[in-house]
């Protein structure tokens, strides 16, 4: 048996099919993938996210201690409530992980890191640490909910504690409220607007129960991963892990290369890759023939091995397959997959594929 979150009675009573995923028993789906798919592309739909661990880190060296650890740099960070995505890397500039960090005030932070990852990420920390003097708390008191649509706020907004209710409806995208033991991000993980809710463990269901009734559509992770998927976003452990770093994996507007003096851990090995012309690049597939683009699929042109495909599937917005692949620079506009031993053509493509309910590709 995984592990289960505050929401597992939830699922089982709306009739989730659950599944392992990162040691955790999580919902695939509730019975339509499909249809979770287009309730977040067009209304609004709520994630069970309780499985990632939030993390607080705390002390008069928070900020250094941040800025040494991370490839994207906290000191952008000057507002309370303001969020930053970054990898985490290893002396080799492989991904440890990507999260989100919060500032939460003077020397206080919040991350949010990945599920499978989270025991790894806290002893990779922990031996970074160093002479920093800084706190690493793990919070697994807490849990969250993801709202996402064009709908998620408006239909959140009565059911959020009177002390955060209008901070958070006031958010810009990428900052977070904080009140009443309540953590609200306008932050996200589909392509769409809405909120990344982080509250105490016993006071999950109330929530969850309360969006349902007012029309939030429970989704699991089948749509998760679609949505994500059209919206370019990466998926640790497929995209990218501790051999690919960010300069391979699209993420280079992760990295704070400034200032120059600033050494955080991994920057040596990037840029090492960053001036070597045999560095992949990051692109997108829309498949143009008959099939379904998989991870690990071969990419090729005119018979030539190019690369390969990391995230692959059927976008449901579009009706087409589409992928996420790593390839040799200077791929050109058109390839083909191997998809089953037929190699099917294919055209590049610049992520994301669809953005608020949009297409961002020319079909």
Not at 160 to 174: D, K, N, S, T
Request: charged share 25%; net charge neutral; with cysteine.
């Amino acid at each position: 048996m995984g592990l289960r979150t505050p929401l597992f009675s939830e699922h089982e009573r709306l009739g989730a099919r659950l599944v392992p995923f990162g040691g955790w028993e999580m919902p695939l789906h509730y019975g339509s993938q499909l249809d979770e798919h287009h309730a977040v592309r067009r209304g609004a739909g709520m994630f069970d996210v309780s499985h990632m661990r939030p993390l607080d880190i705390e002390g008069p060296d928070a900020a250094a201690f941040l800025r040494h650890l991370l490839a994207n740099d906290v000191a952008k960070l000057q507002a309370p409530g303001k969020a930053l995505y970054s990898c985490m890397l290893n002396q080799e500039g492989g991904v440890v992980d990507d999260l989100i960090v919060y500032a939460r005030g003077a020397g206080r932070y919040r991350i949010v890191v990945n599920a499978a990852t989270a025991d790894k990420d806290v002893a990779w920390m922990q031996a970074q640490r160093g002479s920093f003097e800084v706190g690493i708390r793990r919070r697994d008191d807490l849990a969250m909910i993801a709202i996402q649509g064009p709908e998620a706020r408006a239909r959140t907004e009565p059911l959020l504690p009177p002390e955060v209710r209008e901070p958070a409806m006031m958010l810009q995208p990428f900052f977070a409220a904080d009140g009443q033991g309540w953590f609200v991000g306008r932050t996200g993980y589909s392509g769409e607007d809405g909120f990344e809710i982080i509250l105490p463990g016993e006071e999950t269901a109330g929530l969850w129960r309360a969006l349902h009734a007012a029309g939030v559509r429970p989704c699991g992770l089948g749509a998760r991963d679609t949505l994500r998927l059209e919206a370019g976003m990466n998926l640790y452990g497929q995209d990218m892990d501790e051999t690919v770093g960010p300069l391979e994996s699209g993420l280079e507007w992760t990295i704070a290369w400034e200032p120059a003096e600033r050494g955080f851990v991994g920057r040596e090995a990037l840029v090492r890759l960053r001036d070597d012309p045999r560095r992949r690049e990051f692109v997108g597939l829309l498949l143009s023939g008959r099939g379904i683009l998989r991870s690990h699929q071969q990419v090729s042109v005119a018979g030539v091995p190019m690369g390969q495909t990391t995230s692959g599937g059927f976008s449901p917005t579009l009706g087409r397959s589409i992928a996420l692949a790593r390839v040799v620079r200077g791929l050109g506009t058109n390839c083909e997959v191997d998809i089953r031993g037929k190699l099917v053509p294919a055209r590049v493509v610049e992520p994301p594929f669809v953005r608020h309910g949009r297409a961002r590709v020319q079909l």
